[in-house]
């Protein structure tokens, strides 16, 4: 019954959108332009509204809610408007880099099956010792210790009262199910912020963790390592047979040359992050940089999109320890893009 009133909850948060002036001229009465605040922000402002509070206290400024003002927390002068809006529930809502970020070159597309050590597995070496414990005050430790990694990254990307938002939204779950967790540690995901880029960019390095990513890798470990693990750990697969899911990408031409190599070979590889993709081609069209991944899963994706501030993105998580095959990798003449087609290789744990 609490994860159902947290559910229901969320869906009612959903349809409030702040928004801030961003023409030029912000004081311009005759011209408007208004820009959205990012996702934890706009649930930071919201909930000192519905607090009836005076301010909303954010990173980088904070709202007045009498004047209705965002003002710079480093110069007084520095004001623009601000408006508090209802989404209109007809309007599909996608963000532009959701599915399709643009990949670190200096990083391999994937890794070859075997090849490499799994994120997961070296969080699970770096926190053996909670594994003494049972399971409830395991699953506890592990919450605590994802949100103090929360905090202490929200400080180093200059986050950090993001970092507190996300970090209280664990400890309110802590003495909870791993059912009342997941949706916590989904939507967290599923929000634009410092997490979801700083996180997958980190788990990335680990197909150099031999080489340049190693001293990178072992200290992300012991701040995103947690909330890592719990993503990963209390994954629900959705139970459903073969379903196709797509995402953009933009990758440099050698990128794209192992995806074609790997096409010849048919050996198995992975990606070493999770990643984000939707049900819905034309979602991942709309932002497509100069590739359209086409992937066939089984038991490995979870619908997040229940989740979400952004339903229509109807967006589908798939694990960092997905293994596949690449069944073709063919340019587009007509939509200008590379359509790579990859096959999952997965076999179920039990």
Same mark, same amino acid.
């Given at each position: ?50 607090? @009836? ?21 480093? @110069? ?15 309007? &599909?809502?996608v963000r532009e880099n959701r599915f399709s970020p643009i990949t670190n070159s200096s990083v391999k597309a994937f890794a070859d099956d075997g090849s490499t050590f799994d994120y997961v597995d070296k969080v699970e070496e770096k926190f053996k010792s909670f594994y003494q414990f049972g399971e409830e005050l395991c699953r506890l430790k592990f919450i605590e210790a994802a949100a103090h990694g929360l905090l202490t990254? =929200? ?13 209280? %939204? ?5 003495? =909870? ?22 996180? @997958? ?12 990513? &190693? ?12 909330? +890592? ?8 697969? @959705? ?29 198995? %590889? ?33 619908? +997040? ?13 798939? &694990? ?31």
């Open positions: 019954m609490a994860c159902c009133t947290v559910v229901l909850q969320e869906q009612r948060k959903k349809s409030i959108l702040w928004v801030w002036k961003s023409n030029i001229a912000p004081l311009d009465l005759s011209v408007g332009e208004w820009t959205a605040y990012a996702d934890v922000e706009n649930e930071i402002i919201e909930e000192a509204y519905q607090r @009836n509070e005076s301010e909303a206290i954010l990173d980088d400024f904070y709202i007045n809610f009498k004047r209705l003002l965002q003002i710079s927390n480093t @110069n007084e002068v520095e004001q623009r408007p601000v408006k508090r809006i209802t989404r209109d529930e007809n309007e &599909k809502k990254e =929200g400080k180093r990307a200059s986050k950090e009262r993001e970092g507190e938002w996300m970090a209280q %939204q664990l400890f309110n779950v802590k003495e =909870g199910t791993a059912e009342e967790l997941y949706p916590v540690c989904a939507r967290l995901y599923s929000m634009d912020s410092f997490l979801y880029r700083k996180m @997958n960019e980190l788990m990335r390095l680990i197909t150099d963790y031999n080489g340049d990513g &190693k001293t990178v890798v072992n200290d992300s470990i012991s701040t995103f390592g947690p909330f +890592i693990y719990l993503l990963a750990s209390f994954y629900p697969p @959705n139970g459903n047979s073969c379903k196709t899911v797509y995402r953009g990408a933009l990758l440099s031409d050698d990128m794209i040359d192992q995806f074609q190599q790997a096409c010849i070979t048919k050996q198995i %590889q992975s990606f070493p992050a999770f990643t984000s993709a939707s049900r819905n081609r034309d979602v991942a069209e709309i932002y497509a940089g100069n590739v359209l991944f086409q992937i066939d899963i089984d038991w490995e994706g979870s619908d +997040i999109s229940p989740y979400s501030n952004f339903p229509d993105e109807e967006e589908v998580l798939i &694990k960092n320890d997905l293994l596949f095959v690449v069944n073709s990798a063919l340019f587009d003449t007509t939509k200008k893009i590379w359509i790579i087609h990859l096959e999952s290789s997965n076999e179920p744990s039990i």
